[in-house]
Every structure is written in C-alpha cells, then in structure tokens.
C-alpha cells in the first residue's frame, strides 16, 4: 500500500474538522446553508493553514447531494469524485505554472458552460498573486459577472500583490496563523491515532518550530516519528530539528547576562560542533529574551508570554542590562547576513562582557553621587600653631626669638608672659616646640627672629 504522509492523510475533510479558523468556516457554512454564496472569494494568509483545504470542502458542500446544515456528507459519488481530484465541474488552477493572459482565456471560455455532472462550477485559483497584470485585467469581468452556478476561489499567501480591482469584486477571507495550543491538540490527535510514543515537550517544540503552519507541524511529526522509531521525544526534535529547548537557551542568556563569555562561547562551538542550525538557536535566543524582558517590565506578562513563573530567576537582573543584552541580540542576527554566523554570533558574545558591570539608572538617580575630594596639603607649623593658640599668645610665640635644636624648635620667652599663656603653650609641647623661660633681668639685647 502506498504510504500516505500525514499532512495528507489527516487534511481535514469537512468544516468541523479545521482546525484554529473558526470565523471562515462559520463564513462559509452560513452561506451554503442560506444559499448565499458569493460568486468569488479571496482567502489570504500564511502557507499551510487552511486556505486551500477550505476551499475544496466549499466546493464538496455547493455540490453535495445530501447537504446537512451546510455539511457535506462526504459519502456521495460527488463528495468522492470532488476528493480524488476526478470531478470535472472542481477546477483547481496553480497560477504560478498557469499565469499568462492564454491561460486565463481559456478559463474564460470554459467557464460560460454550464456544470457537467454537479450542481455548482467552482474554480480555486491557487497562489493567485502569481497571475500577470494581463491576467488579472482579463479576468476582472468574469469575476464580476460570471454565468449562474459558478464560483471562484483566489487562494493567495501575498494579499498585497492582488490587485484592487480584483479585491473589490472578492469577497475577502483573511486566515490567521494558528496557535501552539490548538497545534499541540492536533498532533496529540495524530499520535493517539497512529500509536505514536510522544512527550507532550516535544510536541511544543514541533508546533514552535511549525510557527503557526499546521501543515508544516503534521510534517514535522511525521518526519520526527521515522526519526525516533516511532517515538517522539524532546531530545528526538533537538536532534532532528537541530533547535534547543527553552531551558537551554534560558540558561544561555544567563551566562551572557553574567558575563561568562568564555563558558558562552564554548557553549556555542559546541552546539556548531554537533551540527546545530546556530541561525534558529539564535531566533530563539531572541524570543526567550523577549519573554524576559516583557516578564520584567509588565505588571501581568500571563496576556503575552506563556508561563511567566519560568522567568522569575531573571527578576534580579536590572532591566537596563536585558534592554542591552536585546540589542546585541538583534545586532548579531544582522551580522551573521553578512559574515559567517558562527563568528556575528560569538563577537555577539565577547561584547557582552560589559553586561554585569551596567548599573540601573534608578541607583544613579537616587543614590548619592561620589566626589572626588583633593588631597590636602600637610599644614605649616605656623598655621597648626596658630589653631591653637589664641590671637594674643600666637602674637607673644611669635614675637618670641627661637631657634633650632635637636630637630626641636625652641622658644625663648620671658616668665611673666609664659606664666600668662602656659595653658596655651603646654598645648604646643606635642607639635615639637619647646620652650627656654628667662626672667627679665636675664632678657637679651638683639634683634627678634622669626622662623616662621
């Protein structure tokens, strides 16, 4: 039997198994209950979630032969015909290898019979944004006014390449990426179905790296079970998709926070070493960052990050470090467009050197802000002297002859003045002055010198 990969296998087949687009499907299944189907539609969005699966089931429910409350059944010869591709009145038409003017004729001239076999002629125009200017202008009245029972459908991953006269005469269905959640359910569906192994770790990483593209996230499975033997583990995916888990990367930012560039950069080498894509290691790098950040700056980061409580080990990191760090992130993301990534990243690395030495700007601000003080200058004995001693006994020292001994300065002065300054004077004994006390009688004619 020939093996039928899972993202063909488990396509949805009616408007109840889509999965994450719920306002085109209530769209949609309104209008063939009410029968008031347009007669064109343009869904837009990114590859693989849904647009052209939609479509088919659209065309199955306007051909049904046992509708049921805007459901196709499934089981009847057109419902089988419209999903082996043999139904003659279901066109489906890649405009990337159909998108010349002669193309588009021949749609044209196809398109005024009426249906063949169904109730409805349907025309999915895949990748429509690949059309020429001559194509579009050539089918703007046929979507306009096109013959009764007939529709269009313009499948386009580029909304802003169609043109505006095409979009006025659509109406426009604009599908979202899915979320990881609903991602997550659908590949637990498969493997509960396929008896798959899997830990519900690696069926996360499977719908990160799937970025919101559930076709890629049911192709990753199925390549990851071949890979596992069956199994599907979180160390099977890091192997398999060459990407690391978040405690990984986290435990990464935390060395370049505290400025271990050495353990950093043998961190890095080593994941280069084993044949990691270093270019996905560092997206992620960027996203658990992001999470830090927004964890650290908002009151209630549950409204955009998933479990906040796993960030609460970088609460004590300032958030002008992380604000840095997130800039030499996104620095080394551009470089590596330009030089081999390995070295944007590790120079990303050796410049977070300076990360542990940033200080908050609200300790600048409020902390007291260190001045330099000069370095004083040894005082003079003069002026140790004079403070002291009071202005009338510095006049009496300083009028007083002296001189040099013995490294000692000695003060000749009369007893009567010593007697009326000694209290001031006994202070003056521990700055190495002495003092020779004379009587009167015993004064000395000469000039007074000052040593000072």
């Given amino acids: 039997m020939t093996y039928v990969p899972f993202a063909r296998k488990y396509r949805p087949r009616?408007?109840?198994?889509?999965?994450?687009?719920?306002?085109?499907?209530?769209?949609?299944?309104?209008?063939?209950?009410?029968?008031?189907?347009?007669?064109?539609?343009?869904?837009?969005?990114?590859?693989?979630?849904?647009?052209?699966?939609?479509?088919?089931?659209?065309s199955k429910a306007l051909n049904c032969l046992n509708l049921k409350e805007g459901e196709p059944c499934g089981e009847c010869e057109n419902c089988r015909e419209i999903e082996r591709g043999s139904f003659p009145d279901v066109v489906e038409m890649d405009a990337a290898s159909n998108r010349g003017i002669d193309d588009i004729r021949a749609l044209k001239e196809a398109v005024s019979y009426t249906p063949i076999k169904g109730k409805h002629k349907v025309y999915i125009i895949d990748e429509a944004h690949m059309l020429t200017k001559e194509a579009f202008n050539a089918l703007l009245k046929t979507l306009e006014e096109p013959p009764p029972r007939t529709t269009f459908i313009l499948c386009t991953t580029e909304y802003d390449k169609i043109p505006p006269t095409i979009l006025s005469r659509c109406q426009r269905i604009i599908f979202g990426r899915l979320e990881e959640e609903k991602i997550i359910s659908y590949l637990e569906s498969i493997c509960e179905k396929e008896g798959i192994d899997y830990e519900p770790k690696a069926l996360k990483l499977i719908a990160k790296a799937s970025e919101g593209c559930l076709r890629d996230a049911a192709s990753l499975l199925d390549q990851a079970s071949l890979y596992g033997d069956g199994k599907v583990t979180a160390q099977v995916i890091e192997g398999f998709l060459g990407i690391l888990g978040e405690e990984k990367v986290r435990e990464f930012i935390k060395l370049l926070l505290d400025s271990e560039a050495d353990k950093a950069l043998g961190f890095l080498n080593d994941l280069y070493k084993k044949g990691y894509n270093l270019s996905k290691f560092w997206e992620l790098v960027e996203e658990e960052l992001r999470?830090?950040?927004?964890?650290?700056?908002?009151?209630?980061?549950?409204?955009?990050?998933?479990?906040?409580?796993a960030y609460k080990e970088f609460n004590a990191y300032p958030l002008e470090a992380l604000l840095y760090l997130e800039n030499l992130?996104?620095?080394?993301?551009l470089e590596a467009k330009v030089r081999t990534p390995l070295?944007?990243?590790?120079?990303?690395?050796?410049k977070s050197l300076i990360v542990k030495e940033i200080v908050p700007l609200s300790k600048i601000l409020t902390g007291p802000i260190p001045v330099q003080k000069e370095e004083e200058k040894p005082k003079s004995l003069e002026d140790k002297v004079k403070d002291l001693l009071s202005p009338l006994a510095f006049k009496a020292f300083k009028d007083a002859p002296k001189e040099r001994k013995d490294g000692k300065l000695v003060v000749k002065i009369e007893e009567t003045v010593f007697e009326s300054f000694k209290a001031e004077f006994e202070k003056l004994k521990g700055e190495g002055v002495e003092f020779e006390v004379y009587k009167k009688k015993e004064e000395k004619k000469g000039t007074t010198t000052s040593l000072f």
């Fill in 14 to 58: 009616f408007f109840r198994e889509v999965v994450g687009q719920e306002v085109a499907v209530r769209v949609l299944k309104n209008a063939v209950s009410l029968g008031k189907v347009s007669h064109a539609y343009l869904f837009a969005g990114p590859r693989g979630v849904g647009k052209t699966t939609i479509a088919r089931i659209l």
């Fill in 291 to 309: 999470n830090v950040i927004l964890c650290k700056s908002m009151k209630d980061p549950s409204t955009l990050v998933e479990n906040p409580k």
């Fill in 329 to 333: 992130i996104n620095r080394g993301k």
């Fill in 343 to 350: 070295r944007a990243y590790e120079l990303a690395v050796i």
